[in-house]
């Protein structure tokens, strides 16, 4: 390859491939900890988010952002590197997120419905919501409160989101 110019996405690429090396090392070392996302743009700026079973401290970012940075050479690459923790407006992305949120309040969009309820529960495959709704009686005039109860398969999932409710 003398006198011939390396291609920048061959660059780009390796330097994917390591991040995404070094990143399943640094979560090999701490199970509790999962990737939620990495993006690694053409202008070399890496961007992790992570989450974890009992939520993410400082520390976790500390201990992922030093596992990558530590191990790139700077002088192969110019790089910019941000590892933070999922926030409640990322949304749900991985099963994981469910599991700890179970008995919150979620907002959760399929293709045709919209349900916002308590996530009672969780399967491989899907996730259970319950809710109250106000309905009219079945005899009679006026309104009864009644349980409600959705079985979503996370396939069907476009977006779900933790509700904050203060």
């Known amino acids: 390859m003398r006198g011939r110019k390396v291609p920048s996405f061959y660059l780009f690429m390796s330097l994917t491939d390591k991040v995404h090396k070094l990143l399943e090392e640094a979560l090999q070392e701490n199970e509790a900890l999962f990737l939620i996302d990495c993006k690694i743009h053409p202008d070399n700026s890496i961007e992790v988010i992570i989450d ?65 309820g308590e996530l009672i529960s969780i399967s491989e495959d899907s996730i259970i919501l319950t809710w109250k709704a106000r309905e009219p009686k079945p005899i009679g005039k006026g309104k009864v409160t009644v349980a409600k109860e959705a079985n979503v398969a996370y396939e069907s999932i476009v977006e779900a989101k933790v509700m904050i409710t203060f």
């Open 52 to 116: 974890g079973d009992d939520g993410v401290k400082v520390e976790d970012c500390i201990s992922i952002s030093r596992a990558i940075e530590h191990n790139l050479d700077r002088d192969e690459e110019d790089f910019s590197l941000q590892v933070m923790s999922s926030g409640v407006s990322e949304g749900l992305k991985h099963i994981r997120q469910y599991k700890k949120n179970i008995g919150r309040k979620l907002k959760v969009k399929t293709k045709n419905e919209t349900f916002e």
